[in-house]
């Protein structure tokens, strides 16, 4: 006798015209109905396969009756999945499922909805926050942050309350739940003294623009990483911001804006638009920061984050987050009289509100600022006069010279001193094909030399540049990379002689493998 099918696979059988149908519930109505689909075949493996395939392009993963007596963890994977997911980022999707896979389910999965309890909820709860850590447990201790423990409750929480919008629960049991308090983090930011030596370290490293521009205009770090030149109007300064870069499992993601507020334009100061625009000279992509290995992909935010804290530590200033100088942007702004509303729309918060509540202790001196000027106005009361400021430069003042790196910075090429009166610049880059070509340049003096190896690396960045782009196709040693490629798939398969499979398989005309092909052969055979 046949095995019975898993839960959740379908169903086969032989219909009276010879057939084999397969078929399968893909969800269920608003009624608790199922909705099925069905394939046919002639044969039953036939069948089987066509129903695997049917199964995997279906659009819901785990098709789940909606009832009131489901286990909680069916009713988890289904409001995620067909109500949460959807309208969530993929950076956001990753913690979601984190709370929902790994917590809620294993630990509350097997209790039916309907009969999940508040004491059993705070039970979760009370020991996530004793022992739920689960990395770097020595160092910090079992105790798990109470961020994360709110986190996992809101998930908790907007879940159980679909199933009562659904009317699948009389009650949310997550509500009333004693979790953790929300705590402020204190605010960090750079003081005027600390902003000129860090901006003076960055660009002794290399980093000034990207740096500058964050503490000039505020914005969030994806946002500053994901900007392309074409977001930029050099003529009016107006900087345009609609995407952002997250890391999602190691790879890069360029996806929409935090918040729809963040969609957003702001007006650089013309000081801003020259600096951006010589700098401009030297990257040669459409990217405004890419990647050093790979012009064509962004910064990664977690090498910004590594080099700020260098910087910091290099410049003397205080260990702050990428977020802090947002704030330092933020605060220095209400400081200079630059109002609220103006401030929320260039940092893109939704609404004037969450600034006012992000920053009230520079409003709350604003204020005082304000009563102080309105009782020496109308009550013309005595101003106390400050006290004279000695006009000795402390030591923070002093001209700031910037921590010489141990080595020179990846892109810059090396200079080495041949002789006495001699020294040498070369530049190795790696080219399209995959090959180092390297150049030298020759001077009598350090920085003669170092000046002629600058111009020698944007020469030969624009030449790489233009044979990513498809501007040109022929590389220092003459040689066309068609022609290259054409050569070493017939060194791989000399019997191949049909021109029409050569061109399919390596992409290209076949105007263009006709050109190459005698060629590559006589050298071939040449060279044997």
């Given at each position: 006798?046949?095995?019975?099918?898993?839960k959740?696979?379908?169903?086969?059988?032989?219909?009276?015209?010879?057939?084999?149908?397969?078929?399968?519930?893909?969800?269920?109505?608003?009624?608790?109905?199922?909705k099925?689909?069905?394939?046919?075949?002639?044969?039953?493996?036939?069948?089987?396969?066509?129903?695997?395939?049917?199964k995997?392009?279906?659009?819901?993963?785990?098709?789940?009756?909606?009832?009131?007596?489901?286990?909680?963890?069916?009713?988890?994977?289904?409001?995620?999945?067909?109500?949460s997911?959807?309208?969530?980022?993929?950076?956001t999707?990753?913690?979601?499922?984190?709370?929902?896979?790994?917590?809620?389910?294993?630990?509350?999965?097997?209790?039916?909805?309907?009969q999940?309890?508040?004491?059993?909820?705070?039970?979760?709860?009370?020991q996530?926050?004793?022992?739920?850590r689960?990395?770097?447990?020595?160092?910090?201790?079992s105790?798990?942050?109470?961020?994360?423990?709110?986190?996992?409750?809101?998930?908790?929480?907007?879940?159980?309350?679909?199933?009562?919008?659904?009317?699948?629960?009389?009650?949310?049991?997550?509500?009333?739940?004693?979790?953790?308090?929300?705590?402020?983090?204190?605010?960090?930011?750079?003081?005027?003294?600390?902003?000129?030596?860090?901006?003076?370290q960055?660009?002794?490293?290399?980093?000034?623009?990207?740096?500058?521009l964050?503490?000039?205009?505020?914005?969030?770090?994806?946002?500053?990483?994901?900007?392309?030149?074409?977001?930029?109007?050099?003529?009016?300064?107006?900087?345009?911001?609609?995407?952002?870069?997250?890391?999602?499992?190691?790879?890069?993601?360029?996806?929409?804006?935090?918040?729809?507020?963040?969609?957003?334009?702001?007006i650089?100061?013309?000081?801003?638009?020259?600096?951006?625009?010589?700098?401009?000279?030297?990257?040669?992509?459409?990217?405004?920061?890419?990647?050093?290995?790979?012009?064509?992909?962004?910064?990664?935010p977690?090498?910004?984050?590594?080099?700020?804290?260098?910087?910091?530590?290099?410049?003397?200033?205080k260990?702050?987050?990428?977020?802090?100088?947002?704030?330092?942007?933020a605060?220095l702004?209400?400081?200079?009289?630059?109002?609220?509303?103006t401030?929320?729309?260039?940092?893109?918060?939704?609404?004037?509100?969450?600034?006012?509540?992000?920053?009230?202790?520079?409003?709350?001196?604003?204020?005082?600022?304000?009563?102080?000027?309105?009782?020496?106005?109308?009550?013309?009361?005595?101003?106390?006069?400050?006290?004279?400021?000695?006009?000795?430069?402390?030591?923070?003042?002093?001209?700031?010279?910037?921590?010489e790196?141990?080595?020179?910075?990846?892109?810059?090429g090396?200079?080495?001193?041949?002789?006495?009166?001699?020294?040498?610049g070369?530049?190795?880059?790696?080219?399209?094909?995959g090959?180092?070509?390297?150049?030298?340049?020759?001077a009598?003096?350090?920085?003669?030399?170092?000046?002629?190896?600058?111009?020698?690396?944007?020469?030969?960045?624009a030449?790489i540049?233009?044979?990513r782009?498809?501007?040109?196709?022929?590389?220092?040693?003459?040689?066309?990379?068609?022609?290259?490629?054409?050569?070493?798939?017939?060194?791989?398969?000399?019997?191949?002689?049909?021109?029409?499979?050569i061109?399919?398989?390596?992409?290209?005309?076949?105007?263009?493998?006709?050109?190459?092909?005698?060629?590559?052969?006589?050298e071939?055979?040449?060279?044997?």
């Amino acid at each position: 006798m046949p095995g019975k099918r898993k839960k959740g696979e379908g169903t086969v059988r032989l219909r009276k015209d010879g057939r084999w149908e397969g078929r399968v519930v893909v969800g269920y109505d608003e009624a608790g109905k199922p909705k099925t689909k069905n394939v046919l075949a002639k044969t039953k493996k036939e069948c089987v396969a066509r129903l695997k395939e049917l199964k995997s392009t279906c659009t819901v993963v785990r098709p789940v009756q909606v009832q009131t007596g489901m286990p909680f963890r069916d009713w988890l994977d289904f409001w995620y999945q067909n109500y949460s997911k959807p309208r969530l980022r993929p950076s956001t999707q990753l913690n979601y499922e984190y709370w929902i896979y790994q917590r809620l389910i294993p630990s509350l999965g097997e209790i039916p909805l309907n009969q999940l309890t508040q004491a059993e909820l705070q039970q979760f709860f009370r020991q996530m926050k004793e022992s739920g850590r689960k990395a770097n447990v020595g160092q910090r201790g079992s105790d798990m942050a109470d961020r994360s423990v709110r986190s996992c409750h809101a998930v908790c929480q907007m879940a159980l309350d679909k199933a009562v919008e659904e009317k699948l629960i009389h009650a949310n049991p997550a509500v009333g739940c004693k979790i953790p308090p929300l705590k402020g983090k204190e605010m960090k930011i750079l003081t005027q003294e600390e902003i000129q030596r860090f901006l003076i370290q960055a660009k002794a490293e290399g980093m000034y623009e990207l740096f500058l521009l964050e503490l000039t205009t505020g914005m969030r770090r994806g946002e500053l990483l994901a900007l392309r030149w074409e977001d930029l109007d050099f003529a009016t300064g107006k900087l345009r911001i609609d995407k952002q870069v997250c890391p999602v499992g190691g790879k890069l993601v360029i996806s929409e804006p935090k918040t729809r507020a963040a969609n957003r334009t702001v007006i650089l100061p013309p000081a801003m638009v020259e600096l951006l625009a010589e700098y401009k000279r030297g990257v040669f992509s459409e990217l405004m920061f890419p990647s050093r290995i790979k012009p064509d992909q962004p910064i990664d935010p977690g090498y910004v984050r590594k080099r700020l804290q260098v910087i910091l530590e290099r410049a003397g200033c205080k260990r702050v987050r990428f977020h802090d100088l947002r704030h330092t942007f933020a605060t220095l702004s209400l400081e200079n009289g630059m109002d609220v509303k103006t401030l929320s729309t260039i940092i893109g918060h939704v609404s004037s509100a969450t600034t006012l509540n992000t920053y009230t202790h520079i409003t709350d001196e604003m204020r005082r600022k304000a009563a102080l000027n309105i009782d020496q106005g109308i009550a013309k009361a005595e101003v106390q006069p400050e006290p004279e400021r000695q006009a000795t430069v402390e030591p923070e003042q002093q001209t700031f010279v910037p921590i010489e790196l141990p080595r020179r910075r990846p892109g810059t090429g090396c200079v080495s001193q041949i002789n006495e009166h001699l020294w040498e610049g070369r530049y190795s880059p790696v080219w399209p094909d995959g090959k180092k070509r390297p150049r030298n340049v020759y001077a009598y003096t350090r920085e003669e030399c170092e000046e002629k190896l600058k111009g020698l690396i944007l020469e030969m960045k624009a030449e790489i540049a233009a044979l990513r782009s498809g501007a040109s196709t022929e590389y220092p040693d003459g040689v066309n990379p068609r022609k290259k490629a054409i050569a070493a798939y017939l060194r791989e398969h000399p019997d191949v002689t049909n021109k029409a499979r050569i061109a399919r398989e390596l992409h290209l005309n076949r105007s263009t493998v006709r050109r190459y092909y005698d060629e590559v052969r006589a050298e071939a055979q040449q060279q044997r």
